[in-house]
């Protein structure tokens, strides 16, 4: 009887811990029972390289959650950079015959982009930290105005005929492997060295713990709250970068909805909404399920009506885990 207890309560330790991982390799089985072309080489890095995207917004919105807050102007934050980085990259054809020796270097909307994500990370940040106005108020007023301001600095049109070293991030490939994926897996690595290894981790979790013992401790939570959002606004950046090199095009619709889907990968990969509780290997295993069940549905000619359905209700049951599991430690 012992036995069997102590067993039991292995097995739910192990499942706890390793519970995210089991799902998705459970989902990759059923999804290759289904259809055999999912498991081919081409259609797993085509599955990788869709939530590329969405990956590099869910590691920086994993951070945020991690400290009790949301974000829910990464997809707006997105399409601002996506317009800026793809106005300095565009093929100005008419230039080049006029002055052929002057070419602007990939760095310069690469930077252009990022700093976008910055800037408008940076604001939220302060505007949190100072005024202590929730975080869901302070990103939903990013989200519309960056939105806006995405629409009149493209004057609401898409911004094509881009430079092919700058179509690179987002379709080029390095040794077989598509670029964006690289792109994920660097940040990612970072991200999660940040959170695991660093000064900066620990008091992303110390504040997301205990936000009062964490300023009794002497943490500066007002300074790392600002640097967060900013590293968050900054993956957004980014992302907006590789999306719109992706298409050959900077459309300020870009990125709508997106910040659900980060927050499901996160949320999934067991980031509890709850604060001090999440990882960045999770994150990315959230978004590989989301992926994997958007990839297979596709392949098996499901309606993208009952997709969102789906997603809607697996996002729902892993809070409603995360609840279960985090009451189970009390």
Not at 140 to 149: E, N, P, T
Not at 150 to 161: F, T, V
Not at 195 to 222: H, M, P, Q, R, W
Request: glycine share 12%; proline share 3%; aromatic share 6%.
């Amino acid at each position: 009887m012992e036995r069997s207890r102590k067993m039991k309560a292995k097995t739910e330790q192990l499942f706890r811990k390793y519970g995210i991982f089991f799902i998705f390799i459970g989902m990759v089985v059923l999804m290759s029972i289904l259809s055999p072309a999912f498991l081919k080489v081409g259609n797993l890095l085509n599955v990788v390289r869709q939530i590329s995207v969405i990956g590099l917004i869910a590691c920086g919105v994993t951070m945020v959650i991690i400290t009790t807050g949301i974000d829910l102007s990464s997809g707006s934050v997105l399409a601002l950079s996506a317009v800026v980085a793809a106005s300095f990259a565009q093929r100005a054809d008419w230039a080049s015959k006029m002055y052929p020796n002057i070419d602007v270097p990939l760095i310069v909307p690469i930077l252009a982009g990022i700093l976008v994500g910055v800037l408008c990370g940076a604001i939220v940040g302060i505007i949190i930290a100072k005024t202590k106005i929730p975080p869901f108020i302070a990103t939903l007023g990013m989200m519309i105005v960056a939105r806006g301001a995405a629409l009149i600095y493209s004057d609401g049109r898409p911004i094509s005929s881009l430079k092919s070293s700058y179509n690179f991030i987002g379709q080029g490939k390095v040794l077989g492997i598509p670029f964006p994926i690289i792109v994920l897996v660097v940040m990612a690595a970072i991200t999660h060295v940040l959170l695991t290894n660093t000064k900066f981790g620990k008091y992303v979790y110390a504040i997301g713990g205990n936000e009062n013992a964490a300023v009794v401790s002497g943490i500066n939570v007002d300074k790392y709250k600002v640097l967060i959002y900013t590293y968050a606004g900054m993956l957004s950046g980014m992302a907006g970068i590789v999306l719109s090199s992706r298409i050959s095009s900077g459309q300020p619709g870009l990125g709508v909805a997106y910040e659900l889907d980060a927050i499901a990968s996160a949320v999934i990969g067991g980031t509890s909404l709850n604060g001090g509780i999440g990882k960045i290997t999770g994150t990315i295993i959230g978004a590989l399920i989301i992926g994997v069940l958007n990839n297979g549905l596709d392949l098996l000619n499901v309606s993208a009506y009952w997709q969102q359905i789906v997603k809607g209700v697996i996002i729902v049951a892993a809070v409603i885990l995360d609840e279960r599991k985090n009451r189970g430690k009390k």
